[in-house]
């Protein structure tokens, strides 16, 4: 089995910082291939926020562009995501992605983490 754990969600005020982070965890895990974040804010679908591949590129959305950061550890199976800047439209149920390849023939798949919740409010 395959796990997706994050941590560091919470509550902080406009302006303020905040890290997730997220980290893939099981025996049958072969390679990471992709790994990023997406967000749903009650009562909007879940949009993407970033992404970084294998290779390394970041992609973001651009209502965080210039504010968030992502970065992933490959040796800790991790990605990361850094907040700063943020804005009461940021609140929302935070869930990382991840593409894996697996291990004995078992192919790709994607998973998801449970989310975490990240509120702005002052």
């Known amino acids: 089995q395959v796990q997706l754990v994050e941590s560091g969600g919470g509550l902080v005020q406009p302006g303020g910082s905040l890290r997730l982070s997220c980290a893939a965890s099981g025996s049958i895990i072969s390679s990471i291939i992709y790994m990023g974040w997406y967000r749903q804010a009650p009562g909007k679908e879940r949009e993407l926020v970033a992404t970084?591949?294998?290779?390394?590129?970041?992609n973001y959305a651009e209502s965080v562009k210039g504010r968030f950061t992502i970065s992933r550890d490959n040796a800790k199976n991790t990605v990361y995501l850094q907040m700063n800047s943020l804005k009461l439209e940021d609140t929302a149920v935070y869930y990382c992605?991840?593409?894996?390849?697996?291990?004995?023939?078992?192919?790709?798949?994607?998973?998801w983490g449970q989310g975490t919740q990240v509120t702005v409010s002052s």
């Open positions: 970084i591949p294998n290779s390394g590129s970041t």
């Open positions: 992605n991840a593409q894996i390849r697996l291990r004995l023939g078992l192919g790709v798949k994607n998973y």
